[in-house]
């Protein structure tokens, strides 16, 4: 596909890294057209709580990343990934504790 049109991406396998990474080089505004038309399309996929919270991240990061340079946006994004990745692991440890509370209650006699 010539590079500077939307293209057609169904799932993170059709992902063609060269194609983006040559657009953001050769042409910036088109880069960022896409990257928007791209985000605005997967949230569109999500159920609308999904969608409103991935529209959140997006918000905040935005926000973060204005009039910043490459090397700062991309600080921002890893420092904002880490801090879903804390907020992840520390859900997963309140259903494991919750999973380990029901395995050692007795089972309860039927009705």
Do not use: C
């Amino acid at each position: 596909m010539p590079r500077g049109s939307l293209m057609q991406q169904n799932s993170a396998d059709d992902f063609d890294f060269e194609d983006w990474a040559g657009l953001y080089l050769e042409n910036p505004e088109e880069f960022e057209a896409r990257r928007q038309a791209t985000l605005m399309i997967e949230l569109l996929r999500q159920s609308p709580e999904h969608a409103q919270a991935g529209r959140e991240s997006l918000d905040t990061f935005d926000m973060a990343v204005q009039g910043r340079s490459p090397d700062e946006r991309m600080k921002i994004a890893s420092s904002l990934m880490m801090d879903s990745i804390h907020q992840l692991s520390a859900e997963l440890q309140i259903l494991k504790q919750a999973l380990e509370q029901l395995e050692a209650e007795p089972d309860s006699p039927p009705e």
